[in-house]
């Protein structure tokens, strides 16, 4: 049996539960439970507060977890990276009221930051040669310099309304953040086992989420052209169509290749193109 802690509640729990799911792990989630049991899966889930998450990874109470990598940088544990995950996209950066004249490496210096990432931010700052008084507080961070507690704060931004509404203006980032799956260092043979299946699972759903299955029609003569455009995992499905002369190509391509293919595949002859989105992608 492998054990992973989870949030309990909050940005990453959804998306969490949505995963384990997705990779076919069934379980109930009752509403105020701290830990279930798997029905058809070798794993049992801690629902806990994030924070705690790399330390009760670390001591062993729990084998693996869901966390911001965030904080995982900044509680320092002795944990293992296993794979990132996609969601809970965040950056941390700093941010001074948008009335000051920023200038890098100066404006900074003997200034008092508000944050909740101490060691994240004395490290940078350090690295930097940057002089300031680190302010260490647990929430609304946002608030501190128009309460006169602080010159600059860092702090999480996602889509930048928060500082915004706060005044504030982003002037450096300091680390960009996602949900990533931690280890302890060292697990038995079992737990090793048990996390590979549950790491292919998750593989093969983000690898999904992050291509395209795309479809076209077109004259044969033009095939050749079209297959030089697409990356495709071995080579693309060619299959005739019922009027001669013409054959429907399939393929995968990954999202951030996605557009400028399409384009591409428009001048090149395709018709038809169909595009739709892929549940599970196993190499
Ligand atoms: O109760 P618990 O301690 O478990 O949860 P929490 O309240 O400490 O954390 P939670 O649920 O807010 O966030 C969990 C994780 O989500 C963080 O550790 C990040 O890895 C990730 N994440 C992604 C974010 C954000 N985006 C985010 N925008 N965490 C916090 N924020 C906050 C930020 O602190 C700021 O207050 O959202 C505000 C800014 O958002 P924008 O969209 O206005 O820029
Ligand atoms: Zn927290």
Redesign the pocket.
């Known amino acids: 049996m492998l054990r992973i802690a989870i ?7 959804d998306d969490s539960i949505g995963l384990l799911k997705d990779a076919g792990i069934g379980f109930s989630n009752g509403y105020g439970r701290l830990r279930t049991e798997s029905y058809n899966f070798p794993l049992e889930i801690f629902f ?4 705690d998450i790399p330390e009760y990874v670390a001591d062993g109470v729990a084998d693996i977890g869901i ?5 995982v940088l900044e509680k320092g544990k002795r944990v293992e990276t296993v794979s990132r995950l996609g969601f ?3 950056r941390l950066s700093i941010a001074v009221p948008k009335n000051i004249d920023y200038l890098p490496g100066k404006t900074l210096e003997g200034s008092r930051i508000a944050t909740s990432y101490p060691n994240i931010l004395s490290k940078y700052l350090k690295e930097k040669g940057i002089q300031a008084t680190l302010h260490d507080i647990s929430g609304s ?2 608030i501190a310099p128009s309460i006169g507690l602080a010159d600059a704060i860092c ?9 915004m509404m706060n005044g504030l203006k982003e002037v450096e980032t300091i680390l960009k ?3 990533i799956l931690i280890a302890a260092p060292q697990l038995n043979a079992a737990k090793q086992g048990i996390l590979e299946q549950l790491n292919f699972r998750f593989d093969a759903l983000l690898r999904a989420k992050s291509h395209k299955y795309i479809l076209m029609n077109a004259p044969n003569q033009n095939i050749p052209q079209i297959i030089e455009l697409l990356p495709g995992m071995r080579s693309p499905t060619v299959l005739p169509l019922a009027e001669s002369g013409w054959s429907s190509i399939h393929t995968v391509v990954s999202e951030s290749e996605f557009w400028s293919i399409i384009e591409q595949l428009k001048a090149a002859g395709a018709e038809g193109i169909l595009v739709t989105s892929i549940e599970k992608m196993i190499l």
């Open positions: 949030q309990k509640s909050g940005r990453l729990h806990l507060r994030d924070d966390v911001g990598e965030n904080i809970g996209k965040c961070v946002e702090d999480l931004v996602s889509s930048g309304s928060t500082l953040s996602e949900a």
